[in-house]
């Protein structure tokens, strides 16, 4: 299965982040990690639709949108618009899961679907053959630099295991404390995109990028 990077412009200087993101293209880099957040069902706020509008064509890699919003149904339409590629939602934000996702498919997008670390795993059971992507959160969402939470290698581990068991080779991604220091032990257990937004932008990104991608293939 492929590794992927994807690198979170949560912590990037949004001053240089054309720069920026091109330095992490250059370095391997396959995604960019964009974080929506409405301080509703998380506490901080972040960017959104004209942010990714901007970065629309722009760029190579895959716009990987993450919808840490309530009721994300009712921005599919115009983040699909704007640009993205994938749309993650949370099993936790929607009151129709499943309507969420086919609202997402039918605009012609990959879909992912995400859960906190409180979230029991077999949550996403009903969901497991509905999305390209699940997201497992290492950390409690709407804030970076959070230390990664050991128990969700377990969590890893056994959602890879309830994909094998239907055949399937979903991605799995994992998003929250995710560093070259540990970022071996996530993939041995099973996910695939890694999100990492300190450990690639804090000092030198093209070193970070490439330090990373190193390790990523090293374990495909």
Not at 111 to 123: Q, R
Not at 128 to 136: G, K, S, Y
Not at 145 to 168: H, M, T, V
Not at 202 to 208: H, L
Request: net charge negative.
């Amino acid at each position: 299965m492929k590794n992927i990077l994807a690198p979170s412009i949560l912590s990037a200087d949004f001053k240089i982040l054309g720069e920026q993101l091109k330095e992490t293209e250059e370095a391997g880099a396959q995604y960019i990690h964009f974080d929506v957040m409405d301080g509703i069902f998380v506490p901080s706020i972040s960017f959104g639709m004209p942010v990714l509008s901007s970065l629309k064509g722009f760029t190579e890699q895959v716009l990987d949108v993450h919808l840490m919003v309530t009721e994300p149904v009712r921005y599919v339409k115009e983040f699909a618009k704007c640009g993205a590629d994938i749309i993650t939602v949370h099993l936790e934000a929607c009151e129709d899961v499943q309507g969420t996702l086919d609202a997402i498919h039918e605009c012609g997008v990959k879909a992912g679907l995400s859960i906190k670390p409180k979230t029991p795993v077999d949550a996403l059971l009903p969901y497991l053959d509905q999305a390209e992507m699940f997201l497992v959160m290492s950390v409690e969402p709407g804030f970076g630099g959070q230390a990664f939470i050991p128990e969700s290698l377990e969590r890893i581990r056994s959602l890879r295991e309830l994909l094998e068991k239907q055949g399937l080779k979903t991605d799995i991604e994992v998003d929250g404390g995710v560093y070259q220091t540990n970022v071996a032990e996530v993939l041995t257990a099973g996910a695939n995109v890694i999100v990492s937004g300190s450990g690639v932008y804090k000092g030198d990104i093209r070193k970070n990028t490439a330090g990373f991608m190193e390790i990523l293939r090293k374990y495909e």
